[in-house]
């Protein structure tokens, strides 16, 4: 892990995104946060100088059938220019409608467009 993007780094960055959990995978942070937060600390995590995450490498979601929340979505973030990783995670249940990142992260936008198979404007 980057000394920049440290696990103290983390928590003092809770106190402006909120956060609910916080986990180090394979090296990597994984924060759990609320998904009336996802936009806001999404566009935090692109524009923040100590962060710089702004392309979009992956998006997963997992049925918890056993839960009342049972989706959890997964949002992978890259730093090129710290050459890190980020993962958001957040939990919904299947009425909640959740907002989108694609105005945040214009590589969504193309990703979906390829499968699409039309053009970004």
């Not at 960055?13 to 909120?18: A, D, H, M, V, Y």
């Not at 999404?42 to 923040?48: A, D, E, I, P, Q």
Request: hydrophobic share 40%; glycine share 4%.
């Amino acid at each position: 892990m980057n000394q920049h993007l440290s696990l103290e780094y983390i928590r003092l960055l809770s106190r402006i995104i909120p956060v609910y959990g916080i986990q180090t995978f394979n090296n990597e942070i994984v924060l759990t946060i609320s998904f009336r937060e996802v936009v806001s600390a999404t566009r935090f995590l692109k524009s923040h100088q100590n962060c710089r995450y702004k392309a979009l490498t992956a998006i997963a979601g997992v049925d918890y059938l056993e839960k009342s929340v049972r989706f959890e979505i997964n949002y992978e973030l890259l730093s090129l220019k710290f050459n890190t990783r980020i993962r958001i995670k957040v939990c919904v249940n299947e009425t909640t409608p959740i907002e989108s990142i694609g105005e945040i992260l214009r590589s969504l936008d193309l990703k979906w467009n390829c499968i699409r198979g039309t053009k970004s404007s």
